[in-house]
């Protein structure tokens, strides 16, 4: 849907200047940065831009795109309309997609145009690092509000201040810096350097600070499987030896107190089934998605807002939900929103383009994917812009030296039939 079949040209062309390495930067600090700072809650200054990134699609000759937003989705806005729906939140819905699914349609086109990523992903890195360490010096005083979130994240826990740096809340921050998590961990498993093990400490840190044990445990699930997938001697090495490491940490974390400590506590809530964060996530999202979509059309779903139209008056007579206020899952978003035939979509898209698209190819596009594919099922939501640009990474080979030899093999060939030049050293 996004092109992104095609190698990107930041591996190709002469080697740039400092000016064309950043024409992007802008666009990208306001997005993982300021991207809400000052708008009404769900209003994002990127979705806000996408008219211009629609002319900007359009003057680089891109066609068809909202003709193939509108093909795709065609068959479910006729049978949801025939079946009744709210038309004010349908329509408003239905344009706040298209907006995102615009904005995503030019990050995957500025992608295969970026010249030298691994820099841009340096820079953020390095930004973001700095405005972490400023967020510390307000932790605790009257002007935290906006960098960090005070929240109780499991029943009979204490409250504790989490980084959330101007973002709606801290795990939105930490699925933010993911792509620039695993990729700093993907530098060190090729090449453990110090520069490379600096980078990793200075991503790994904030997140951290975010504690969003969401993220933290998808993508400790996404680095495990990666190893076992991963067939190349030098790589299943390392990334075992890493992921086991990490989990070894953890499970010292969890035994080492007598169950006062959060993390304890939390495990220990999540098994008994007493944990209503994660509870509401998953069982309860899944549930109430099924209902809502049972109550309209199994197959086609409530069409779209509707969910949360319904979800309003539903809570009122169902004590069995009475914590849940909205599906906190995406894969219930979708079953809701687009009943079995979505559902079927979307897990039929992710599994071709994994292997259309090699994902496997690359332990960096290969870490993502797993963990966007494990975490749609324990949180994010249909409109959450942040996810979906982790799929257009994950669908996008970005590094060449994060490439197998074959796929690198095959760059090469694109290269020599065009009139590229493979630029050697992004950053790594």
């Known amino acids: 849907m996004f092109s992104t079949l095609d190698y990107p040209s930041s591996a190709m062309g002469n080697r740039p200047g400092f000016f064309s390495i ?5 666009f990208l600090l306001i997005y993982f940065f300021v991207n809400n700072v000052g708008l ?5 200054y990127t979705t806000v831009l996408a008219p211009l990134f629609y002319v900007w699609l359009f003057l680089k000759r891109e066609k068809f795109i909202v003709t193939r937003y509108v093909f795709v989705f065609f068959p479910f806005v006729i049978v949801q309309i025939i079946d009744g ?7 408003r819905s239905y344009i706040l997609l298209l907006l995102i699914y615009i904005v995503l349609y030019a990050c995957a086109t500025m992608l295969r145009r970026m010249h030298a990523p691994g820099r841009i992903f340096d820079m953020i890195i390095m930004v973001n690092f700095i405005l972490a360490c400023l967020a510390l010096l307000v932790l605790n005083t009257s002007h935290s509000d906006p960098i960090w979130a005070t929240d109780v994240i499991t029943s009979g826990s204490e409250a504790i201040s989490r980084l959330r740096l101007l973002t709606y809340e801290p795990s939105y921050y930490a699925t933010l810096m993911v792509p620039f998590f695993v ?11 110090k520069k490379n093990i600096l980078r990793f400490i200075l991503i790994a840190a904030p997140m ?4 969003s044990l969401g993220v933290i445990a998808s993508l400790v699930i996404a ?3 990666a190893s076992l997938w991963t067939v190349k001697e030098f790589i ?7 992921s086991i490491g990490i989990i070894i940490g953890i499970g010292f974390l969890f035994v080492q107190n007598s169950g006062h400590d959060i993390l304890t506590l939390r495990v220990h809530n999540v098994l008994s089934g007493e944990d209503s964060s994660g509870n509401t996530r998953i069982y309860e999202a899944d549930a109430l998605a099924y209902e809502l979509a049972k109550s309209t059309s199994i197959w086609w779903g409530a069409g779209f807002g509707q969910a949360k139209l319904m979800l309003e008056s539903y809570i009122t007579y169902s004590d ?3 914590h849940q206020f909205r599906l906190t899952n995406v894969v219930a978003s979708t079953f809701a929103t687009f009943g079995i035939v979505g559902l079927l979509a979307r897990f039929s898209l992710e599994v071709y383009l994994f292997f259309r698209i090699r994902v496997y190819a690359s332990y960096f596009r290969l870490m993502l994917f797993l963990f966007m594919f494990v975490y749609q099922f324990t949180g994010s939501y249909l409109t959450n812009i942040a996810e979906y640009v982790i799929w257009v990474l994950a669908f996008t080979p970005l590094f060449p030296e994060l490439e197998d030899k074959s796929s690198r093999h095959l760059l090469c060939n694109r290269v020599h039939k065009g009139n590229y030049k493979l630029v050697a050293g992004s950053g790594a």
């Open 22 to 26: 950043n024409k992007f930067l802008p």
């Open 40 to 44: 009404p809650h769900g209003l994002q």
């Open 85 to 91: 729906v709210n038309m004010y939140y349908y329509v």
């Open 183 to 193: 990729f700093a961990l993907a530098r060190v498993i090729r090449a453990p350097k």
């Open 208 to 211: 951290l600070m975010a504690f």
């Open 223 to 225: 680095i495990y499987v």
């Open 236 to 242: 299943r090495k390392k990334i075992i030896m890493l």
């Open 320 to 322: 069995r939900f009475i």
